[in-house]
């Protein structure tokens, strides 16, 4: 998709009059190819890095020419330069590229020469190759204890559901006690059932 892009670009650039939009354009085609080799999925050969750097080092070179009199231009299609040779393996000549950006009287303020004088401080970590450290092997898994199989059998449905309770519990039955009570019917009387709360066990 990348590639897609790059070429969008590309034809953007070889038609488009104004230099700095073609300019522009370029930089922007040039960055899409070199983009493109650190996205893919698969392992990419030296001479095809090197085929595709080549395309991107036209582009930046082009841009370069075409906004010469755009400092911001012209900065960063020479700060790509040097990316490009860093990606070849040539950290001296980037260096030097790097250096002449960062040196440019024109280039003050640019984001270009900014990059450059960053791109200075940093580059020699870039200069190692990056080594992984080995994953430590997976522990041996943990040995489960297996948990109890609780057979359950259907049982008699009529049959008195027992629960068993702690020795330390006293069970406190409830005894009704009758209080008679009169209504307003004159020789009438109403017997009420009130439950005993707490009545003492055996009463």
Known sequence: MLLDVARDLKEFARSERDDEMAALALIAHAEAI?????????DVGKAEIAKQIALAQASYQTALERAS???ALAAKAQFG??????????????????QEVASNADYE????KAEAEYRLRTMDDY?????????PAPAPPTPQ???PVIQLTPGDANAPIVVPM?????????????????NDVPGATDTVVVP????????
């Open 34 to 42: 070199r983009a493109e080799l650190h996205y893919r999925l698969t």
């Open 145 to 147: 204890a297996s948990a």
């Open 109 to 112: 303020g640019t984001v270009g």
């Open 127 to 135: 200069k190692g190759a990056v080594v992984f450290k080995p994953a």
């Open 196 to 203: 005993a709360v707490n009545a003492p066990a055996g009463g």
């Open 81 to 98: 330069l040097g990316l490009c040779e860093e990606e070849l393996g040539n950290f001296d000549k980037a260096r030097e590229i790097y």
């Open 69 to 71: 009199a755009t400092p």
């Open 166 to 182: 702690p020795n330390d519990v006293t069970v406190t039955p409830v005894v009704p006690t009758v209080v008679p009570e009169t």
